[in-house]
């Protein structure tokens, strides 16, 4: 087991998604008109590009998303030892949380999770 | 059995760079680099890095890449391809390449490899009792400082992001 059961799923993935793929190009009814490849947009025609630029706010919350998300990185390993270490565990985790807690204050003091 | 899962590894993770590198739609690109970060973590599964393995999921796969995918969104005109390069600039790339490929190629064959038997694999509860250890070869202090360039990278996200916004408020401060 191990490694050999990988291998199955894995070819057993592959195998699924293209043969149902396969499968239903070639049993399907096929038609290709101009119209089916414009954007859906409610019945109407499309006016103007159908790319919009995002607002710079998606990208501020990226960003504070990712420094969370490595602050959870280093909370799953004090996580598992929490218990053999104790009291002082505890105390670190404190510290560490409390320097992190200042940036999410400094973010809320200025206006950066306010949505604009 | 561990060869050939290695070998699908590596071949998904070449694929999908050179698809990376190559396809003229950025949002495409970044979503082929989503791949090879993937499997990039599945190599790490293979030779038993389970922590680093989920390290690479959630930072590289799940926050590295939703930042690229938003940076892209950013953005002006994300509709437009890529222009193909001239025929010369192409050319003198393929030679920068090629014997970027050489060098490489050249040092790994030269190198006399000694393979160590390693059967311990490293645990999160390692990782975690290094991390939080204050004795002789603890991490504590790196551990505290790690939050404080956490820190750092906030406050200056914020400012870079937020920056004419804060100017106006200091300015009506002034005025």
């Not at chain 1, 602050?71 to 218990?83: I, R, S, T």
Request: overall charge neutral; proline content about 2%; aromatic content about 14%.
């Amino acid at each position: 087991m191990g490694s050999e059961a990988i291998i199955v799923f894995f070819l057993a993935g592959v195998v699924l998604v293209a043969g149902s793929n396969f499968l239903s190009n070639l049993i399907s009814h096929k038609s290709d008109n101009a119209q089916k490849r414009e954007p859906y947009e409610s019945g109407m025609k499309t006016i103007g590009p159908t790319w919009v630029q995002f607002k710079v706010g998606y990208y501020l919350f990226a960003i504070l998303f990712l420094i969370f998300d490595v602050e959870v990185a280093f909370l799953v390993p004090w996580a598992v030892v929490f218990q053999d270490f104790g009291g002082v565990a505890f105390i670190e985790i404190i510290i560490f949380l409390f320097i992190l807690g200042l940036g999410l204050l400094y973010a809320w003091k200025k206006g950066a999770l306010k949505w604009e | 059995m561990e060869r050939i899962l290695f070998y699908i590894l590596a071949l998904i993770i070449v694929i999908f760079a050179i698809a990376a590198v190559s396809s003229r739609k950025m949002l495409r690109s970044v979503i082929y680099l989503l791949f090879v970060l993937c499997s990039i973590a599945g190599l790490y599964f293979l030779i038993d890095y389970n922590f680093l393995a989920a390290i690479q999921l959630t930072v590289y796969a799940g926050g590295i890449i939703v930042l690229i995918i938003f940076s892209v969104l950013l953005v002006h005109h994300i509709e437009l391809e890529l222009e193909l390069a001239k025929p010369l600039k192409q050319i003198i790339t393929a030679l920068a390449c090629l014997v970027g490929i050489g060098v490489i190629l050249t040092t790994i064959y030269s190198y006399d490899f000694k393979v160590i038997e390693n059967d311990t694999a490293i645990t999160t509860a390692d990782v975690g009792s290094k991390l939080l250890s204050y004795d002789q070869g603890g991490f504590i202090l790196p551990f505290e400082v790690i939050s404080v360039v956490l820190l750092a990278a906030m406050i200056g996200a914020i400012i870079i992001a937020k920056g004419k916004q804060v100017e106006k408020h200091e300015n009506k401060r002034i005025e």
